[in-house]
């Protein structure tokens, strides 16, 4: 059983299109993460939602939208993207908790393409 | 603002041999995790440290967390082709809920 896991793992769409990420965790962790990678394999942290509330929102453009249906879930909603979206985006869980067994889960990540 | 410096960026070493790579933050964190990427998959955590001055091991894997708070090391011992891949630090502050992610330094093993 995957643990975290997204949809699709590879997307190819054009400029100005709309298109949604899914992310599910199984592990029954309360805080969810966004991340984006870029060509130089940084990863910067886009949000972070704990028990379906945002927490975080490193200024990211207002055309990227999470939106979290229950704790096991957040998805990523980006409208009309551009061509500097294109990234590796990678879903994460983790308890909400500090201390112990606290470590954060990766998705497989989403490679996304814009043309 | 915050700022977390990885290094080396990269390192190509002879199978072998022994690997060193470290972090240093401007600010103070509570755990400090490693994590390696492969090509095409997510992070995968390798050691993860909760109390400053503690020094881990996992197989040929040895993290310490630094005694201010604000630094990590990991080394690597007898690398082997498969340690091939970008090693990430990633420290955790429980006061801001951020986990955040070093630069990364990319190893290559010669076998």
Known sequence: ?115 | GQQLNQSPQSMFIQEGEDVSMNCTSSSIFNTWLWYKQDPGEGPVLLIALYKAGELTSNGRLTAQFGITRKDSFLNISASIPSDVGIYFCAPYSGNTGKLIFGQGTTLQVKP
């Open chain 1, 1 to 115: 059983d995957t643990a975290v896991s997204q949809t699709p793992k590879y997307l190819v769409t054009q400029m100005g299109n709309d298109k949604s990420i899914k992310c599910e965790q199984n592990l029954g962790h309360d805080t969810m993460y966004w991340y984006k990678q870029d060509s130089k394999k940084f990863l910067k942290i886009m949000f972070s939602y704990n028990n379906k509330e945002l927490i975080i929102n490193e200024t990211v453009p207002n055309r990227f939208s999470p939106k979290s249906p229950d704790k096991a879930h957040l998805n990523l909603h980006i409208n009309s993207l551009e061509l500097g979206d294109s990234a590796v985006y990678f879903c994460a869980s983790r308890p909400h908790h500090s201390g112990q067994n606290t470590e954060a889960f990766f998705g497989q990540g989403t490679r996304l393409t814009v043309v």
